[in-house]
């Protein structure tokens, strides 16, 4: 009885410990190495959460020179030498998709202004008329804004 007793205790004090974390992080850059850096950050930062046994609510809001990335096309749209960079920063994307607390956005005005076609943006990603407002609803939904600029 003893050992169920603390059994239950420690796992009442894992419970406690553990945070949520609710974020959003806004990604504009035009530097692909950078983009591909920050992609891999979100990804590393997210296995910590999960390591820790906290529980995260995930955004990626993604415009301006970040819109590549999210294009089947890439390689017609950014310079030879960045294509590395986005093909991997791309990668992390993917990986990022899979997860059940991640939502992925792009700006359609920002994939206009990068000549990528709707039809060309990888299926998992949702298209916004404007990512500045969905960022705004984030924030007063108690989301924590992280921006890659």
């Not at 894992?14 to 806004?26: F, G, P, R, S």
């Not at 983009?35 to 999960?50: A, D, E, G, P």
């Amino acid at each position: 009885m003893k050992s169920f007793i603390l059994l239950i205790f420690v796992l009442l004090i894992t419970a406690l410990q553990a945070k949520e974390y609710k974020v959003i992080y806004d990604c504009s850059s035009n530097e692909a190495r950078y983009i591909k850096s920050r992609m891999w950050l979100v990804k590393k930062t997210m296995n910590m959460m999960q390591e820790n046994n906290d529980t995260s609510s995930v955004v990626l809001t993604l415009h301006g020179g970040c819109v590549s990335m999210v294009s089947k096309n890439y390689k017609m749209i950014v310079p030879d030498e960045d294509v590395q960079n986005i093909k991997k920063a791309q990668k992390y994307l993917i990986a990022l998709s899979k997860r059940k607390n991640v939502e992925i956005i792009v700006c359609a005005m920002s994939l206009a202004s990068n000549a990528i076609e709707k039809s060309e943006v990888l299926p998992f990603v949702q298209i916004s008329k404007n990512s500045f407002l969905d960022t705004i609803k984030y924030q007063n939904e108690g989301y924590a804004i992280m921006t890659f600029k």
